[in-house]
């Protein structure tokens, strides 16, 4: 008997303007927010984007989060991201997030 493959969705979350400081400041909320998520595989997949690679001893030159959730519903997706403290403090700008169904053909961590 098949089962059903699980819904996933990649979420693009454009950061507002000059939040480098809130980034900051939230960032071990956000991490620490994001461990139920994971543990449940709810969170899939995640990382930060960048205008180019981050350098030893600059600021990273943040553009934003871009994250793979899995969910029945873009709508179920877009509330947890609601909730993320990246979103209430107003790093992430939730108006110009995009989430596009998501299957993934590979999937392998770098080495």
Request: with cysteine; aromatic share 8%.
């Amino acid at each position: 008997m098949a089962t059903a493959r699980r819904k996933e969705f990649i979420c693009i979350l454009p950061d507002n303007p000059n939040v480098l400081a809130i980034r900051k400041q939230v960032k071990g909320l956000h991490y620490d927010g994001i461990q139920p998520l994971v543990a449940t595989g709810k969170l899939v997949d995640g990382g930060a984007i960048f205008e180019k690679h981050p350098e030893e001893g600059k600021d990273a030159l943040f553009r934003g989060s871009v994250i793979v959730y899995s969910g029945d519903s873009a709508e179920e997706v877009r509330a947890i991201l609601e909730e993320d403290i990246y979103a209430t403090s107003g790093v992430w700008d939730l108006s110009k997030a995009q989430i596009f169904p998501y299957v993934p053909a590979v999937r392998q961590p770098l080495p």
